[in-house]
């Protein structure tokens, strides 16, 4: 597992080609904030993490399955992530960034990925 990379997987980068070409400009992993979010946005104050729906088990994703073999390591694998997630997400909470989660799946359509980004995307035409 220590070979899965973390950072720039293709989900990540269709998201922020998205972003970019709507006019949004980001930084990346900030190591400052709680769970080095995958896209951050100063300028709205938010963050947008880009879970994959295996890693981070999406609910009623059929791209989130258990591995047939050492059910038990995996279970408690994707109850670590999760209970990581959400302690990263109420951080950010509290420090009044507002958290966005883009889910691997969401990525494949471009009606999809607006639709889990629509907060920002509102954010921006409100500012506009």
């Not at 951080?91 to 629509?118: F, H, M, Y």
Request: aromatic share 10%.
């Amino acid at each position: 597992m220590a070979s899965v990379g973390g950072k720039n997987t293709k989900p990540e980068r269709v998201v922020r080609r998205y972003l970019h070409r709507l006019g949004f400009r980001f930084g990346l992993h900030a190591k400052r904030l709680p769970g080095r979010p995958d896209v951050v946005l100063p300028k709205y104050r938010t963050v947008v993490f880009v879970h994959g729906c295996f890693w981070h088990h999406h609910p009623g994703c059929r791209y989130a399955i258990v591995p047939k073999t050492r059910r038990e390591f995996w279970l408690e694998k994707f109850e670590k992530n999760a209970e990581r997630d959400a302690r990263n997400i109420s951080d950010l909470k509290s420090e009044g960034w507002e958290v966005i989660v883009v889910w691997e799946c969401q990525t494949r359509s471009v009606e999809n990925l607006a639709s889990g980004l629509e907060p920002l995307l509102e954010r921006k035409r409100q500012s506009a």
